[in-house]
């Protein structure tokens, strides 16, 4: 893999992180209900869970790739439709007032790997994503990086989060400004895509 190609995932895996949902909603509520290290907990927790979604994908499209390129292609084009449409609807979507809760456990740790963990539009995220940089020749250092950077790079933003809203209240500031953080991440994800169908048509 070379540099740009991992710029490239590096870019994808920061969108992704950085999109409003679920998860930044537990690690604002933790560190805020409890402290800077139950947010930072569950930021590592998160970026674990991250990781093993990571590594399934990983298996299953290699093994897609090696018996039959032909619906390995199919999964790439659907995978760069699918981040289109994506960017779509971040763009029209109308802003939601409604506030999501959660069951509050103790163990910081286990509920940032939870929410990870059992969230099915993470693996459909990844199988979209990592269709566009897996292939037949792919090496155990390429493989290996395309398990970390996504974990690490969840863990490390997440984290940063947390500090921030224990010490300089990004939390309103993520708050008011969620559509407009989300149709920027909309716009992102449709350039990424519509670069990677011209890549495919060629």
Sequence with gaps: MNFFTWSQL???????AMSPGPS?????????NYNRLSGILSSIGHGLGIGIYAFVTVILLEFILQNSERIYFFIQICGSIFLLILGFIYIIKKNNNKTNTYKINSNSFFQGFTIAIINPKILVWFIALY??????NANIVDKTILILTP????????????????????????INRKVIIEKIIGIFLIVIALSLIYSLSN
């Design 24 to 32: 930044l909603a537990l690690i604002i509520r933790n560190s805020i």
């Design 131 to 136: 269709s566009q940089f897996i292939n037949i």
């Design 151 to 174: 974990s690490i790079i969840d863990t490390i933003w997440y984290c940063l989060v947390a500090i921030l809203v224990t010490g300089y209240g990004l939390r309103d500031f993520l």
């Design 10 to 16: 590096i870019l994808v895996c920061l969108l992704g």
